[in-house]
């Protein structure tokens, strides 16, 4: 007998389950083309979904900025550039927390008159609907040549920094934060991150026209809750400036002046600004403060009726400064929060706090470590604090206070923690101290 034998090829792998649907190949054509036809907003959600679920975290900002806002983009976005993302920082938005973390990385690496001022600018109008928070940690100065420096002369004395002092303006943010509506904290800091063998006191230099700049800046900026100017040698002259921009800012409360120069003169200009503005929270720890800044600062104290925390560690207010504040305190029904550890007290400041603590029903907090308070200035804390019920915290390590006097200072300071504990569970819409 004669087979005949028919073979059929096929490609096992074929299916008609894997023919795309036509909208499929839609959606592919999109994500194709979106960078020429961003054409998002005319789908239904679900394909916007998987439309943007496609498509590439290095599409011009201009094409993404305003019609993306998914955030499962924005958070691709951050997780591809950064290692370390925390979006609670960020208000819970990845979007925002892109925005932010993007314009922050072009300041800290702008160089003026080398960087193209148009790398800000023309993030602005693409950003400012949602950046919030700005905290920038260097400033670069512009890039320099002294012919005439000897190759030998090294720039190691902060006379240098006088001498060029024309070189080194950064740059201006008035040319971007007026255009950011919603900016509500600004962290500063005027220097150089890992400048290594390159170093120059120049780097650090927080100048004149600088600061006129961050002035005009600041007092454009209506919006502005919280702003923090931190290690960047600002001294007595530049915080003038400062605070006459700020003394009738509608807006700001919280104020970070530490690990700078300010002295006596500053600290005067500050305690007028404490009594004619809405501040809250004022930190003026290490810097050079005396004890006429501290007299200036109480005198502000006593006429404010908004400022709850001022923080004066590491200053020199000595006993006159600190008899002064305490004085103040008399008076002041505002100010919960008092930071004078560092501060060269002794037994002299105790005996007016003894009265401050037995009349003041606002102050909860009070730190005065790391003085010499003694033996008898602990045993004037302890007779204040007989009747006080208000004070929930009253740090003394390092105050050189007797340990048995420190127990029972601490008794009774734990039990108005505890009353306070219990009221809030009690009474749960009381605003916590």
């Known amino acids: 007998s004669f087979y005949t034998r028919r073979c059929i090829t096929e490609d096992p792998s074929w299916s008609l389950v894997t023919v795309p649907p036509l909208t499929e190949l839609c959606l592919q054509h999109i994500v194709h083309n979106f960078e020429n036809n961003p054409i998002l907003n005319y789908l239904l959600p679900e394909h916007q979904k998987k439309v943007v679920d496609r498509l590439s975290t290095s599409l011009p ?65 693409l950003c400012k609907g949602y950046v919030r928070k700005l905290e920038i940690d260097q400033f670069l100065p512009p890039l320099w040549v002294d012919q005439n420096k000897e190759s030998n002369d090294l720039s190691d004395t902060e006379d240098d920094a006088e001498l060029s002092e024309v070189y080194t303006h950064h740059y201006d943010l008035r040319d971007l934060i007026s255009d950011l509506p919603h900016l509500q904290e600004l962290h500063l800091t005027y220097g150089v991150k890992s400048c290594g063998m390159n170093f120059e006191w120049s780097l650090f230099n927080f100048t004149e026209l600088d600061c006129y700049s961050l002035a005009a800046a600041v007092k454009m900026c209506r919006s502005l809750k919280v702003f923090k100017l931190t290690r960047s040698k600002v001294d007595d002259d530049k915080i003038k400036i400062l605070a006459r921009s700020l003394q009738h800012h509608p807006c700001l409360v919280e104020l970070d002046l530490s690990h700078n120069l300010i002295r006596d003169h500053g600290a005067q200009a500050l305690g007028k600004l404490i009594s004619h503005s809405k501040l809250k929270t004022l930190d003026l720890c290490n810097n050079q403060i005396c004890h006429l800044g501290a007299q200036a600062l109480a005198q502000g104290l006593a006429e404010s009726s908004t400022l709850t925390s001022l923080n004066l560690r590491l200053n020199f207010v000595e006993d006159k ?75 003394l390590r390092h105050a050189e206070v007797e340990q048995e006097t420190d127990f029972l200072i601490h008794e009774i300071v734990w039990a108005n923690r505890e009353a306070v504990r219990v009221g809030s569970l009690q009474n749960p819409t009381t605003e916590p101290l």
């Open 321 to 395: 400064g600190g008899e002064a504040i305490g004085r103040a305190l008399l008076t002041n029904t505002s100010l919960k929060s008092l930071h004078l550890g560092s501060n060269n007290l002794s037994q002299l400041t105790t005996a007016v706090f003894s009265q401050v603590l037995a009349q003041n029903t606002t102050l909860t907090s009070i730190n005065f470590s790391c003085n010499h308070l003694g033996l008898d200035g602990g045993k004037q804390l302890l007779k204040g604090l007989a009747n006080n019920k208000t004070l929930t915290e009253l740090d």
């Open 61 to 125: 900002l201009t094409v993404t900025a305003n019609i993306v806002s998914h955030e499962d983009y924005w958070k691709r976005c951050c997780m591809e550039r950064w290692q370390v993302c925390d979006v609670s920082n960020y208000g819970d938005s990845w979007k925002r927390m892109f925005f932010e973390r993007h314009l922050e990385n072009i300041l800290k690496f702008f160089i003026p008159n080398a960087t193209d001022p148009r790398e800000v600018l023309d993030l602005i109008p």
